[in-house]
């Protein structure tokens, strides 16, 4: 399976997942329900922020896109949660809807969640008909149906870093 | 004549003086009497006759040593008399005890004087014999009265004092006791965290694995179907039903663990609401079966909701699936006050099981049924026992091979909501 690195502003759905075998199923996933977005795959949180902020400890976001951003919790270096509280926590960044996709079915992380503002709680079911569904659906409410409010314009680094 | 008048009229005085002396001795209560110079009894009054049982013409005239068969012959009193007096002319307050032989043990205390008169006159003396002897005894009785009075009070405070050490002692070992059980506390709490983030890594990391084994099985189905025979896609099925199936194991656990050991959050609950959503949720996958629920009035109760769901799914699960085989499944739930609980039931008209199995129903990891399609975890109903237990309730089944199967299981009707 190869992901493409593309320009920032053409990525969808930003795939922010550590184990490479969740990654590829949920890519699969995506492709079986013909959601031909364009993907970026973060392996853990520091990627992510980076790849929003630019660095780790930058306030300034860095791209318009993606349309949703899948969010596993249990992450090497910066954890989920945090990522996720950053992004709500930034004017711009969170108007981007974060759906977090995890294997964690804690009452406290999906609480936490929400109150850090999450738009979407989903737990990765084993079985992998019921993942390709929930990515099913997951593809057709945020990236289909789901309106967004413009971005202000935003000065994109063309020599920036992913 | 005139003389003669004078001296009998002297003499009158005299005797007056005499007799006024002798009445004033008589009248005295303590004993006393008049030895000579020689200590022969000249007289002795009333008092000293009566206490010592002695009467005048045993007396006067004799030697005081002599008296009642030698009564008197105390040798402190000899040396009073005979050696103190003459050389004083009186001694006060001499105390002298003796035993009577027919009278009794006296204590005595003893006053002398001699009584001055002209040179020529034999010399007299007065003796004053006060028995103290009931004083003595009063006394002695009162200094050990006090003695006894104070044995008992150094008792009662040796008694007290003891006490007090051992409520001390008691109240030290109190502090142990309690200090342990705050150490062992602190040790299950320590515990219960280790658990805690042990249950974390299970539910996050075991299922991992699980993904990628059924998902790729899946994939690979999906993405070779056509050049994939019987044989294989079978294999396939296994591996990912397997995976499916600890995937469900391993959720089952958790809420095993997480029903053990989290607390109650009580609240009021409406019973039937809780057990209707249950069941439009079971009749949305159950599609193509025929089964008639039937919800009896449950009212409501002060429960941890999220806990009495997995309850009633529990049951409800079981219900369902143990009718497998009915071609028209019957589940009742219900519910009635008892006392101080309110039992709820739920009852199947299923497979049933033997009653000589009744215990093992509720122990994590026991399996009363071989068939496949009736295997579980294991683990539903010994969460539901731990869950009912935790809320103060017990929980029982009733049942019968091939006769259907009751769940009954009790919840105290006023909790603790408010405290």
New interface residues.
Partial sequence: MKVVIMNKNEVEILLVED?P??EE?AI?ALK?NNITNKIQVARDGAEALEYIFGSVDSETLICVGPMVVLLDL?LPKIDGLEVLKKMKAHPEAKKIPVVVL?????ERDMVESYLLGVNSYIR??????Q?TEAVQQIGLYWLLLNKQPPHKQILVKSNSKI | MKNVTDLKQKERTVEEALEYAKSIVDTLREPLIVLDANLKVVSANRTFYQTFKTKPEETEGQLIYSLGNQQWNIPKLRELLEEILPRNTSFDNFEVEHDFPHIDKRTMILNARRIPGPPAKPRIMLLAIEDITKRRKAEEELKEHRNHLEKLVENRTAKLYKELTERKKSEDKLKEAFQEIKKREKELEMTNEHLDSFAYSVSHDLRAPLRAINGFSQVLLNTYGDKVDEEMRHYLDRISEGAKKMGQLIDDLLSFSRSTRGEIKYEQIDVENIVNDLIKAHLDIELDRDIEFVVNPLGKIEADKEMLKVVFANLLQNAIKFTTNREKAHIEIGSEQKGDHIQFYVKDNGIGFDMKYKDKLFKAFQQLHTDEKFTGSGIGLATVESIVSKHGGNIWAEGEVDKGATFYFTLPSKTHVGD
């Fill in positions: 184990n075998s969740d199923l699969i079986n249990k995890t294997s964690s079915s804690e990765k079911p084993v079985d992998f008909n993942f």
